[in-house]
């Protein structure tokens, strides 16, 4: 994890560093198990200018700040601390993939569902979602995804159900089945995109076929064997995302 140990620091502000188990700011260690709420990223900066993480520490807000040009090994940190986080809150579950969008959305993607949580932002209430809460999707019930990658306008991911009610009907971008997200998380995305279709897919031929014995393990339980591992520390992040690359034919 290139990450590990670097030195983080805005221009004219404290700097701070990440290890495995704990952030290191002023001086203090704060270990992710005694984090409650995800890290943030605010703003991710740009080359001129700096980034900002939003993180609960000793129970005040605290602004991590970085330079722009370090906004690839702070995204990469933000996911393992966020995977973590969860994991010692008891809600990270063996989740392949633990992302979190905009206008205060957040995914996360298992082997056989989905989960959209909507969190009470300036984003969210301006989209009249803030109540919405968390909303599982399991995959056996899709009968479409739909995927646009950002560009002019945000990206988003829908699951469509028979059964949805949708608040914002008019908008696939904020719809109660749709994952919003902005241009830093265009690559994750389209990772995660065909793998919810090929989870889907999986259980469509479940239904069409339903007595057909399935002999072979598909690249999706093969993937969550290797998220074990990793959680488990036989493999690093790096091995682990090698494997998946392999699997997904990345």
Aim: aromatic residues 12%.
């Amino acid at each position: 994890m290139e990450w590990v140990n670097v030195s983080f620091s805005g221009s004219m502000m404290p700097s701070w560093t990440a290890d495995e188990d704990a952030i290191n700011y002023k001086g203090k260690k704060y270990p992710y198990t005694e984090l409650n709420t995800p890290i943030k990223i605010f703003s991710k900066g740009s080359f001129g200018t700096n980034g900002v993480l939003q993180v609960f520490l000793d129970g005040k807000l605290a602004n991590l700040t970085f330079k722009g040009k370090q906004y690839p090994m702070i995204e990469q940190f933000v996911e393992y601390a966020n995977n973590l986080i969860d994991k010692y809150k008891g809600v990270a579950d063996g989740a392949i993939y633990n992302l979190t969008g905009a206008r205060g959305r957040a995914l996360k993607v298992y082997e056989d569902k989905a989960i959209i949580k909507v969190s009470v932002t300036l984003g969210s209430l301006l989209t009249s979602n803030a109540t919405d809460g968390a909303k599982t999707i399991y995959y056996s019930d899709v009968i479409g995804v739909q995927y646009k990658e950002c560009a002019t306008t945000l990206g988003y991911l829908q699951l469509e159900t028979a059964s949805q009610q949708m608040n914002n009907n008019n908008s696939n971008f904020f719809g109660e089945n749709s994952f919003t997200f902005e241009a830093n998380l265009n690559a994750k995305m389209a990772e995660v995109s065909k793998y919810v279709q090929e989870r889907v897919e999986y259980y469509k031929s479940l239904r069409n076929h339903p007595q057909q014995v399935v002999q072979s393990h598909s690249n999706a339980d093969e993937l969550l064997k290797y998220k074990e591992l990793l959680d488990m520390g036989a493999l690093t992040q790096e091995e682990f995302e090698a494997k998946k690359k392999d699997l997904l034919n990345l």
